[in-house]
DNA sequence: GCAGTATGGGACATAAATGTCCCATAAATA
DNA sequence: TATTTATGGGACATTTATGTCCCATACTGC
């Protein structure tokens, strides 16, 4: 459950973890990369990329878990149950641009999650939305429209940001204070 | 240079704009749609969209025109230049959920608009840019971000709250109340 | 050096999307 | 009714991504 390297041996773990890397980099960009894109990404051969996923769909499952492995490591990392709302908020806003990428590829497709809505992580469902919450019941945050909104709203934020600054419009160490800016006060003065 | 419509008659006029319109609806769902899936949906043979459009690349050209087209459309009814820049704020952002479909296809995928940055309409470069530097010469907005942000922002948040109505999270009579609310005001109470 | 492992690359078959061509037919028009 | 126009559908070649197989070659640990 923690992991997937039961006894995988030195090789194959590092070249199974630059492949999804490349894949999730990839793909993030452009959904419909080719697995010739990929490997090349990766430095590997495309056999040795069958060898390892079978098939296209069984990389995109394994892109899609390892994505959330990333995102969840980075969210627990930031410890959003401790210490005043919005200080944790700004620890969210950090962990989320830290992988951006990930999110990027998860959530640039909407079709990519399908599934995926509620049915999995029957445990700590949401670690956003249990900040969202707390913040509100606590009158930190506005509570008049839906902590689910919210949390979506901070993703697009991030997700904006980060494509700005893959495209060169906003320079990378900018992006969670501009994030943090807009999403905490709005735009108006 | 005001519209296509040269001296193409009746019936030929319409099926190109069901299948434009089609177009737009299939592909803003999902990016790899095949061209018969779009004949499908357009109600047309797969000859006939061949007839209209000679190509894939074609067909995308002519439905991001007329998606820009209708999005303009959309922005000129929206007299941002009248008024004081916050209500000219939302009713631009009333305008774009409007022509939320189009949008989503638009901006759904970044590639679809990759060399059109600056290159096109030399001619009001970007209503909503004007408008917000507007707003932030006015002091009514934030003017410690750039303009470019703020616009990228909304159409974040407009997007994602389209996206979520979609997918029955939020009524969609909420959506502009609840982008306007975020938007202006951010999350802090 | 030797066995086992991991890899890259080529050859190949397959499936799917695309683009072209042609013909029959329905609809509009004279 | 006769003619033009627009269409749908089938047949076909082409292209491209995909998946499989195989072999030569590194690299690893003994």
Request: one cysteine or more; a negative charge.
């Amino acid at each position: 459950m923690s992991g997937t390297d039961t006894q995988e041996s030195g090789a194959r773990s590092r070249t199974r973890r630059a492949i999804l890397s490349a894949a999730a980099s990839v793909l993030a960009r452009d959904r419909t990369a080719t697995l010739a894109d990929i490997a090349v990404a990766a430095d590997v051969g495309r056999s040795t990329l069958h060898r390892y996923f079978p098939d296209r769909d069984e990389l995109l499952k394994a892109v899609i878990e390892d994505s959330f492995e990333v995102l969840y490591e980075s969210l627990t990392a930031a410890a959003l149950e401790d210490g005043p709302p919005l200080e944790a908020m700004r620890r969210l806003v950090a962990a989320l641009v830290d992988v951006g990428d990930r999110l990027q590829f998860l959530f640039g497709d909407p079709r990519t999650l399908e599934g995926r809505e509620s049915t999995e992580e029957p445990d700590d469902p949401q670690p956003g939305i249990a900040l969202i919450e707390r913040g509100q019941a606590e009158g930190v945050f506005d509570a008049e429209v839906s902590a689910a909104w919210i949390e979506h709203a901070l993703w697009a934020l991030v997700y904006t940001a980060c494509e700005d600054a893959a495209r060169g419009k906003m320079p990378r160490h900018a992006i969670t204070a501009t994030v943090i800016r807009t999403f905490e006060k709005g735009i108006l003065r």
